[in-house]
């Protein structure tokens, strides 16, 4: 029976994670999903994509002007639900649902989502986190949005913030700590191609082969 092997991908803004994972699935000739999974979500739910995407931004923008005025702690914050807007769980739970089934229909790569933590229990589960230097992430922000490196630093400190929150909201654990994932590779050291050769080869020792 085959083996399907799952690599979910977890990054810092501007660490090339998303490139990661494009070059390694069309390497290994298996689908990759990102944003589409926000897209398949909306779908789901019989709303547009870019409501999909503003509930997740709702909530932060929420909890950012609630947090700013009391000393609640994220934890006890989470417990709350009456802060949060309904769509936002719902649009969750409905990415869940096509992550666990994209899961079990074969192998894929799937970049952010909290898909480390939705398949935690998936046996052929490669849970890594990529990185890189602070500079090295403003220059490929800067280079990519034609911003100054002082807006792409800002654009990098926002994403950041949103991606933290969504994370830690969802699965109670740290993003980006390595007691969260499996693996953590810092392209500034490895760079992009032989990172994808690391989890190439990673893939392939899963595989058995």
């Known amino acids: ?6 690599i979910s991908i977890g990054r810092q803004f501007g660490s090339g994670g998303h490139e990661i994972g494009e070059k390694l699935a069309e390497r290994l ?5 990102d944003r589409n999974l926000v897209t398949m979500a909306a779908d789901k739910l019989h709303i547009s994509p870019g409501k999909a995407e ?18 609640m702690h994220y934890a006890s914050m989470y417990m709350n639900e009456e802060l949060f807007e309904p769509i936002s769980q719902k649009v ?25 933590d939705i398949l935690r ?3 052929g589960l490669i849970n890594v986190f990529i990185t890189a230097d602070k500079k ?17 630093a800002e654009r990098i400190r926002k994403v950041e913030r949103e991606r ?6 969802h699965t109670g654990k740290s993003w980006g700590d390595i007691s969260s994932h499996q693996i953590m590779l810092n ?23």
């Open 121 to 123: 229990d998936q046996p």
């Open 1 to 6: 029976m085959n083996k399907n092997v799952i």
């Open 54 to 71: 503003e509930s997740d931004e709702k909530d932060m923008d929420r909890f950012l002007v609630y947090y700013a005025s009391t000393s």
């Open 164 to 169: 933290r929150y969504y994370y830690e909201k």
């Open 29 to 33: 000739g298996i689908p990759f999903y």
């Open 187 to 209: 392209v500034s050291q490895l760079g992009i191609d032989k990172a994808v050769d690391v989890l190439e080869a990673l893939y392939k020792a899963n595989l058995g082969t």
């Open 92 to 116: 969750f739970e409905a990415q869940r649902e096509i992550i666990e089934t994209l899961a079990s229909k074969g192998s894929c790569i799937i970049v952010g989502r909290c898909a480390d």
């Open 136 to 152: 090295d992430r403003i220059k490929r922000i800067a280079e990519k949005y034609e911003l100054s490196d002082r807006k792409a």
